[in-house]
């Protein structure tokens, strides 16, 4: 089993930052894709972005390309969300996922069903 454990959320006025991190526990060694999700009250749980093992494949929701990267230290087992010049509209409980598998395609990656493991989620809220 894994566990996985969300940080960094709270709330921001529009323009500003935050890095959330998600800390992984239990069977580390199994996890290979990891990404982060997000659900606005009222609507779908929608994809952030995705990362394979190496961290050298990415993958982004259209919503957050060029303003969002995510990243991980494999050492810590630890996913990091950084989010940039952030808008109401991000405004969300930020959910981490992860999965044995490896990270194939954007398809995959987006696809919530591809992941076993999820995190509790933190909430993030922009003001304007």
């Known amino acids: 089993q894994v566990q996985l454990v969300e940080s960094g959320g709270g709330m921001v006025q529009a323009g500003e930052s935050l890095r959330l991190s998600c800390a992984a526990s239990g069977r580390t060694l199994t996890i290979y894709r990891m990404a982060w999700f997000r659900q606005a009250p009222g609507k779908e749980r929608e994809f952030v972005a995705a990362i394979g093992r190496s961290g050298g494949t990415t993958y982004y929701g259209d919503s957050v390309k060029g303003r969002f990267t995510i990243s991980r230290d494999n050492t810590q087992n630890t996913v990091y969300l950084q989010m940039n010049t952030l808008k109401p509209e991000d405004t969300a409980v930020y959910y981490c996922?992860?999965?044995?598998?490896?990270?194939?395609?954007?398809?995959?990656?987006?696809?919530?069903?591809?992941?076993?493991?999820w995190g509790q989620g933190t909430q993030v809220t922009v003001s304007s």
């Open positions: 996922a992860a999965d044995g598998g490896p990270l194939l395609s954007y398809a995959q990656a987006s696809n919530a069903q591809a992941y076993d493991y």
